[in-house]
Antibody
Framework: QVTLKESGPVLVKPTETLTLTCTVSGFSLSGDRMGVSWIRQPPGKALEWLAH???????SYSTSLKTRLTISKDTSKSQVVLSLTNMDPVDTATYFC??????????????WGQGTMVTVSS | QSALTQPASVSGSPGQSITISCTGTSSDVGGSKFVSWHQQQSGRAPKLIIY???NRPSGVSNRFSGSKSGNTASLTISGLQAEDEADYYC???????????FGGGTKLTVL
């Protein structure tokens, strides 16, 4: 059974860096075409794609947030980590990690984590 | 503002069919077959229901179907059921610097 689970802080202060971990099971992060994206959803708003890491370790970022985002993985731990610097209240959202099975043309996410709600407030 | 344009809401009665549109550009929806639809029920994580324009993952009802014409993709739900009430999001691969774009979401109400 393929599962993904997000973990990280519930509350961060403005200007701090958010670090989230996605722990996967049921597949290998180095497996053929196996990649993981981070996607967020502010309360009552739409989904927003943030970043993706491919099985090859190639990374891709949202152009609007690229300067603040870093995605990485530890295959031995089955973990994908997302960092978002200089947090602001507008970054308050539920953050999801999701699997995408693709060499390059990422568009669909077949398994999602439950999501973790992050609030930015002083 | 989302990169892909969806109607904010649609509604239908049980048994009816509805269609949700998703309009993009030649850099995303119009430029490839890599368009998907996800269903998000209240308080839950999204669920993939259509990938690569018109393919259904195993276990997804054949009442859900997808298509594309030019820069617009569409999701059709036939034989509406109360359980279909949810938010629906389209997503597409994009040839721009950003890899993936989502639509703004459409809230489906089953009357």
């Amino acid at each position: 059974q393929v599962t993904l689970k997000e973990s990280g802080p519930v509350l961060v202060k403005p200007t701090e860096t958010l670090t989230l971990t996605c722990t996967v099971s049921g597949f290998s992060l180095s497996g053929d075409r196996m990649g993981v994206s981070w996607i967020r959803q502010p309360p009552g708003k739409a989904l927003e794609w943030l970043a993706h890491i491919f099985s090859t370790d190639e990374k891709s970022y949202s152009t609007s947030l690229k300067t603040r985002l870093t995605i990485s993985k530890d295959t031995s731990k089955s973990q994908v980590v997302l960092s978002l610097t200089n947090m602001d209240p507008v970054d308050t959202a539920t953050y999801f990690c999701a699997r995408a099975v693709a060499y390059r043309y990422v568009n669909s996410f077949d398994v999602w984590g439950q999501g973790t709600m992050v609030t930015v407030s002083s | 503002q989302s990169a892909l344009t969806q109607p904010a809401s649609v509604s239908g009665s049980p048994g009816q069919s509805i269609t949700i549109s998703c309009t993009g550009t030649s850099s995303d929806v119009g430029g490839s077959k890599f368009v998907s639809w996800h269903q998000q029920q209240s308080g839950r994580a999204p669920k993939l229901i259509i990938y690569d324009v018109s393919n259904r993952p195993s276990g997804v009802s054949n009442r859900f179907s997808g298509s594309k014409s030019g820069n617009t993709a569409s999701l059709t739900i036939s034989g509406l059921q109360a359980e279909d009430e949810a938010d629906y999001y389209c997503s597409s691969y994009t040839s721009t610097a950003t890899l993936v774009v989502f639509g703004g979401g459409t809230k489906l109400t089953v009357l």
